[in-house]
Structures are given as structure tokens and as C-alpha cells.
């Protein structure tokens, strides 16, 4: 099946820092991704989705000025957590499919998880 | 906004026997799909389920849909240790490149 990373695996940083995190599809194109926040125990929340060439559509609730989405080509969209505190730390996993496949299958990278200190 | 709701919250079972999960949601959909997460991993793809089928295999893997009840299962038969996971559906009202909506997911245990 198709492949989607996600790099890093895991970052601390202190609070008022900013954090990218990047999604990557290894062996298709990826026009569009979907960036999810998890909290422990919890599900997956639907944060965004990133258009390859277009600006971010943010879920109600979500600032758009504080996880700012970049998808500047069809294989790597990064989410940056500006001026993060603690309470942005979460599991960040992005998910995307290949277009060509008609399976409807989304494929989902390993995971980012955040600790803000 | 999530609106699947899996029951039970959490199933534990023997090794074996069979475990059945429950979802439901709220909008006409298009497809339903049912996903596995280990413990602080990503998802991992079950099955598929369109809206115009009513129950798909796949391996030990059994899934229903009942678009009158808006509502799915997924039956885990002959249950290992290593089903031992969370389990979510995610259900999508669009086609390709459309978002999925995840319940809020169930932790099963098999216990050994």
C-alpha cells in the first residue's frame, strides 16, 4: 500500500517556540492532506486539510495563525505550530490518498508526537 | 465535529473468541471505513464499507452497514493477543479527497 511519513517521530520544545512537522507521500501523489490532532485516550480530530498549491481549510474551532499548513508540492505538506504551550502538545498524524486509486482508502503517517514544556 | 460513537468504549475478551464493535453516525454517507491504531501509532486501514453494500469480508475481518440505522460493525473473529489495539470508524460523506469523520473509537484487549 501507499506509504505516508511524517517527520519528526517526536519533538519537546519550550513553550513560545514554534514546531514544524512534516508529512510526506513516498510513492504518490498527494493533492490533498489531512492534518488531525489526538489526545490521549481520545480520537482523531480533524484540525485542517492542505491543497497541493492552495491555502489550508481549517476546521471550525482550529486558528488558522497559530498551525499554519504549507503544501508547496504534491508530496510534502508541513504543519508549523506557532508560539506553542502546553496545552498544543498532542499526537499530530497526518493522512492522505492516492488519487489514482478509487479505493477511497486514506493512508495515514506514523505520528508526530508534541511535547511543549 | 465527531459524530460516530462506537460502543462498548472498551471490550476485553479471551484469546479466541470474537469481538464485536459497534459505530453509528449521524449524516448520509458515502463509504464507512473501519481503522486499527496501536498504542502511540498512526492508523492503520481495515476495511471499507460503500453505502450501497450491506456486509463485506475481509480474512478474520466482518463489517455491516445498516444505512437505516446509520450504523456499522465491525466482528473480529477468532480474536489474537495481537488484536489488542483501539479500533475507529471514520465515516465520509463525500468521494476521493474527501475528509473522514472518526468516532470515538474503541480499546479492545485479548487477553492471552
Known amino acids: 500500500g501507499a506509504v505516508v511519513s511524517q517527520h519528526p517521530s517526536w519533538v519537546i520544545c519550550k513553550s513560545g517556540t514554534s514546531v514544524k512537522i512534516e508529512c510526506r507521500s513516498l510513492d504518490f501523489q498527494a493533492t490533498t492532506m489531512f492534518w488531525y490532532r489526538q489526545f490521549p485516550k481520545q480520537s482523531l480530530m480533524l484540525m485542517a486539510t492542505?491543497?497541493?498549491?492552495?491555502?489550508?481549510?481549517?476546521e471550525q474551532g482550529v486558528e488558522k495563525d497559530k498551525f499554519l499548513i504549507n503544501h508547496a508540492s504534491l508530496t510534502l505538506s508541513t504543519l508549523t505550530v506557532t508560539s506553542a504551550h502546553p496545552e498544543d502538545s498532542s499526537f499530530y498524524i497526518c493522512s492522505s490518498e492516492p488519487g489514482t486509486s478509487g479505493s477511497y482508502e486514506q493512508y495515514f503517517g506514523p505520528g508526530t508526537r508534541l511535547t511543549v514544556t | 465535529s465527531q459524530q460516530g460513537e462506537e460502543d462498548p468504549q472498551a471490550l476485553s475478551i479471551q484469546e479466541g473468541e470474537n469481538a464485536t464493535m459497534n459505530c453509528s453516525y449521524k449524516t448520509s454517507i458515502n463509504n464507512l471505513q473501519w481503522y486499527r491504531q496501536n498504542s502511540g501509532r498512526g492508523l492503520v486501514h481495515l476495511i471499507l464499507i460503500r453505502s450501497n453494500e450491506r456486509e463485506k469480508h475481509s480474512g478474520r475481518l466482518r463489517v455491516t452497514l445498516d444505512t437505516s440505522k446509520k450504523s456499522s460493525s465491525l466482528l473480529i473473529t477468532a480474536s489474537r493477543a495481537a488484536d489488542t489495539a483501539s479500533y475507529f470508524c471514520?465515516?465520509?460523506?463525500?468521494?476521493?479527497?474527501?475528509?473522514?469523520?472518526f468516532g470515538k473509537g474503541i480499546t479492545l484487549s485479548v487477553r492471552p
Open positions: 492542505s491543497n497541493e498549491g492552495s491555502k489550508a481549510t481549517y
Open positions: 471514520a465515516s465520509r460523506r463525500g468521494g476521493a479527497n474527501s475528509k473522514l469523520t
